[in-house]
């Protein structure tokens, strides 16, 4: 592994500490939580009351006030292949920063405690059974009347949708104007919200992904987040963070199934020697090392850049495209050089092979991500002719 050359000793002693609280709190449960299909609600309190939960809030929330992207960094590298289903990058720097940029003292002072504890586990609710990649295609309604808005719709693929108790869900609130749409905070228990079981699926077995019905929920309005025609703008703003931390994670699970190949193969014989020692064993595991070096380097500059505040979209998408599509093809190799014991649940592998195919898809397809760096190139459709 190449050289990494972003952190310094404050940051390797909280690798430390995160690897050992994952070993102890999140790696004896792994079994347990897959067959339920869903982490557990101490896993969450646990990490609250190891400072885990956005350690960038302030220090009135019971927060540590550490913008240093690179803690949260090193949090999802040294737990999302431990514990891939426990989606605390999801949380801590994907919808925690929606209410730290855009909810107002009020609202940060009722919701933020809970949030940094782990009393108050987040989900997003963009996605709807008509419109993924199409945000403007959004149905889901929210209109608005003296003292609430009433909200209507369906969101689908929503992950820590059975655990959360805020869902900060995305409404059209101008039926002529498909890009005015708020961000509303629902919270469980809202009469007329409720969820659907979760919905089995091919990976992250342990994440609780589920569909979530609004049938006239009276939001109030002190749940709207900032500006109830701005959503699509304030979605945009948060994307670049949020494709750097799907990228990270995506390079950490390329890492652990390279290392845990790099054993496989050593040790696994066949025509009387290790497997390792075929040359295209060894051809394949230095393509991968270069591959996964090469990602990190690229996901240590945007963070970087992201650290002087100049992550840029086209750039935080290449990093998603880059990543996830690397992580993609080295599991496939990976399991390739386990032969059939790669196909089988007990090797750790398969898992990550399974888990992996949703990295290209969710958080933007790797084809709206070439849209975006496209047409940063210039080459936008509507130029044509
Ligand atoms: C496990 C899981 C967890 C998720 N978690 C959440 C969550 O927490 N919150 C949330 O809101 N959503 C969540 N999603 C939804 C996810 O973000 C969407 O699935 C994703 O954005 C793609 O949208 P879609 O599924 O509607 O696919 P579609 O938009 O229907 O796309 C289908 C195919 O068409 C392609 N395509 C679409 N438009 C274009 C275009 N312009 N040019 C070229 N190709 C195009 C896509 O790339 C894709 O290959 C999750 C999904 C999964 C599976």
Redesign the pocket.
């Known amino acids: 592994m190449i050289r990494r050359r972003i952190f310094e000793s404050e940051h390797e002693m909280f690798r430390t500490s995160v690897g050992r609280w994952a070993d102890d709190v999140l790696v004896p449960h792994r079994e347990e939580w897959l067959a339920a299909g869903s982490v557990s609600r101490e896993a969450w309190k646990s990490a609250g009351e190891n400072g885990f939960l956005c350690m960038w809030a302030g220090e009135e929330y019971g927060g540590a006030g550490m913008s240093d992207y690179r803690f949260d960094q090193i949090l999802i590298e040294e737990i999302t292949w431990r514990e891939p289903g426990f989606f605390i990058h ?1 949380h801590n720097r994907v919808i925690g920063p929606y209410l730290g940029k855009f909810a107002t003292a009020e609202q940060k002072g009722r919701f933020m405690p809970g949030i940094v504890s782990g009393d108050t586990i987040l ?5 709807e059974p008509g ?4 945000v403007a295609g959004l149905r889901c309604f929210a209109e608005e009347k003296v003292d609430h808005w009433v909200l209507n719709g369906t ?1 689908t ?3 820590n949708g059975l655990l959360a108790d805020l869902v900060v869900v995305a409404a059209r609130t101008d039926r002529d104007n498909p890009y005015s749409m708020g961000l509303f905070l629902v919270e469980r228990g809202m009469e007329g919200f409720s969820r659907g079981s979760g919905l089995k ?1 091919l990976g ?1 077995k342990s ?1 609780d ?1 589920a569909e979530l019905f609004f049938d006239n929920v009276k939001v109030p309005k002190e749940n709207v987040l900032g500006d109830p025609a701005k959503a699509f703008k304030y979605m945009m703003v948060g994307l670049a963070e949020e494709r750097l931390t799907g990228a990270v994670s995506y390079v950490a699970r390329a890492e652990r199934a390279f290392a845990i190949t790099l054993d496989y193969i050593t040790e696994r014989k066949a025509f009387g020697r290790p497997i390792g020692t075929f040359q295209n064993s060894r051809f394949k595991m230095a393509e991968m090392r270069t591959r996964i070096d090469a990602c990190w380097a690229f996901v240590d500059h945007c963070t970087l850049e992201h650290l002087d505040g100049e992550l840029s979209a086209e750039t935080a998408a290449q990093a998603k495209l880059l990543t996830s599509e690397t992580e993609g093809q080295v599991v496939d190799d990976c399991l390739q050089l386990h032969g059939g014991a790669g196909y089988m649940d007990e090797y750790e592998i398969s898992r990550l092979y399974a888990d992996a195919r ?1 990295s290209r ?8 991500m070439k ?1 975006i760096i496209g047409r940063n190139l210039g080459l936008d459709e509507r130029r044509k002719g």
């Open positions: 999801l989900a997003i609710g963009i996605t419109a993924g990649s199409d969101k693929y929503i992950s699926k992250l994440q992904t949703i898809i969710y958080a933007g397809t790797s084809e709206i849209e």
